[in-house]
């Protein structure tokens, strides 16, 4: 008789596992899927010679990108990258904002004596 370890999954590295490498769910969603299509990039460009994806961090024995890019995750090699923060605009930015604004305003205002 085989027994079945009920609390397996079909995901390899497990995702609990892999949640420790990321901030929330969301973030590890969209880290990996980002990963993949990345992966699956490359895999498509390989026979054309470019060369401007990067290939697979590890090696592995999965076929699909998505469990390539789960492997990665899991053996650090992918972290998520907090995008900058936009900078604040200079008061020259804002004067030429306002301006704008305001010239907008003046071409939209109904003409007097009309």
């Known amino acids: 008789v085989q027994r079945h370890d009920t609390h397996s999954?079909?995901?390899n590295p497990e995702i609990e596992g892999l949640l420790d490498r990321a901030d929330s769910k969301f973030r590890l969603v969209t880290l990996s899927s980002t990963r993949a299509r990345q992966i699956n990039a490359y895999f498509g460009q390989l026979g054309e010679g470019?060369?401007?994806?990067i290939p697979p961090q590890v090696t592995s024995t999965a076929r699909k990108p998505l469990s390539i890019a789960f492997e990665?995750?899991?053996a650090d090699k992918i972290i998520a990258i907090e995008p900058p923060d936009e900078?604040?605009?200079t008061e020259e930015e804002l004067a030429a904002i306002a301006?704008?604004?305001l010239?907008?305003?003046?071409?939209?205002a109904p003409e007097e004596g009309a």
Do not use: H, K
């Open 9 to 11: 999954t079909m995901v």
């Open 50 to 53: 470019l060369g401007s994806s």
């Open 72 to 74: 990665e995750i899991s």
């Open 87 to 89: 900078p604040e605009p």
């Open 99 to 101: 301006a704008m604004e």
């Open 103 to 108: 010239a907008e305003e003046a071409d939209g």
